[in-house]
């Protein structure tokens, strides 16, 4: 089961990795997370390692195991002039949802959230690009001046209350919205995290004492000089841990596991991709037959990433569609033929991957089960 566990994990890893590079819009990953992720832990930014990287902050992000802490840390920036919008974690249609942070030219929307050193929910302070070179800000960014010679001291005004919420919207988050121009450059093309960043995240992944349950919110090490860096002489402890938020009461429409996903509004109504409930998962085959079983869950897996692609490629046409034709009296007849247009859209992709995932578990139906005795039949051989 371990090893069906670590493939989905990879799987999804790879899921997103494929979604987010190149992407041309923020991205929102197709996994609604009943249980708010926990507050930010408190810890001290390592020393920059080297000129050209950029601090890119620690969160909070979901696996097989619950919520585990993906360590703050400083990156190479892929290209001179990018700088990191760092992901969020945003309430939407009763769940909480993930959105994949990126490099660009400009620093985006990150939910308003405080990660600190920098990020204090509105842009970057804690440096800038200058003629091809990365100036960091002191009184922000920890360097060393012996190794760090691009400079600069100035003091940022900011909200010093001390607010360690790690998610946008819902109960008890922050409350924020982009402004206009945060949505243009949402538009624009961006890069997803690079290969080191990724290979960091699958890092934090395996470490069991960087899980929400074992941490209790306060990760062993909430910090590293370089990504991967775990055990290296510049990682660091979180000083302070958060609040880890608990499952809410099960109901007839809410599993009492650990980070169920929320119970699902009908699709009926819904009018764009964005509007349907996370897709459902199929249930883990259990034909007695562990290799059988692998297969069956290799076959699930490759479903559920080409669902979760088609969402996503749809998804941002309709976005797209919608910049095109700005909300204005003039173009009310169009809109509404527009929206006519999404709904049927969405409803015949809901429709066919239903359809897809219904299939599917017929085909994996043990075939014990689809040609089961009738009473007072006997069995062959008997």
Sequence with gaps: MRFILSIRSLLFALVLLAISAGSSAQIGVSLSIGIAPPELPVYEQPICPEDGYIWTPGYWAYGDEGYFWVPGTWVMAPEVGYLWTPGYWGWSDNGYFFH?????????????????????????????????????????????????????????????????????????????????????????????????????????????????????????????????????????????????????????????????????????????????????????????????????????????????????????????DHQRLPPTPANQPKQQQLEQKHQQQTQQLSQKHTQQQQQLQQRQQPAQHQAAPKPGEKKPGE
């Design 100 to 320: 994949e942070g990126y490099w660009g030219t400009q620093v985006g929307f990150y939910g308003g959230i405080d990660y600190g050193y920098g990020y204090f929910g509105n842009g970057y302070e804690g440096g800038r690009w200058d003629n091809g070179h990365f100036f960091y800000n002191s009184s922000v960014s920890r360097v060393n001046v012996s190794i760090n010679r691009n400079v600069y001291d100035t003091r940022v005004e900011h909200d010093t209350t001390v607010n360690r919420v790690s998610f946008n919207g819902g109960n008890g988050g922050v409350r924020v919205r982009a402004t206009s121009e945060q949505e243009a450059f949402a538009n624009e093309k961006h890069a997803g995290p690079v290969a080191a960043q990724t290979e960091h995240v699958q890092g934090a992944r395996e470490n069991p004492e960087l899980r929400a349950s074992a941490n209790h919110g306060k990760p062993p090490v909430a910090a590293t000089a370089r990504p991967g860096g775990f055990k290296e002489s510049g990682a660091v402890a979180a000083k302070e841990g958060g609040t880890v938020h608990r499952a809410p009461a099960a109901t007839e429409n809410n599993s009492d596991r650990p980070g169920a996903e929320t119970s699902r509004p009908s699709t009926a109504a819904a009018v764009h991709v964005k509007d349907l409930p996370p897709a459902e998962h199929l249930a883990a085959p259990n034909t007695g037959n562990a290799k059988q079983d692998q297969k069956y869950q290799q076959q699930q897996q490759k479903l559920q990433a080409q669902q979760v692609k088609e969402r996503q490629t749809l998804q941002t046409k309709q976005e797209q």
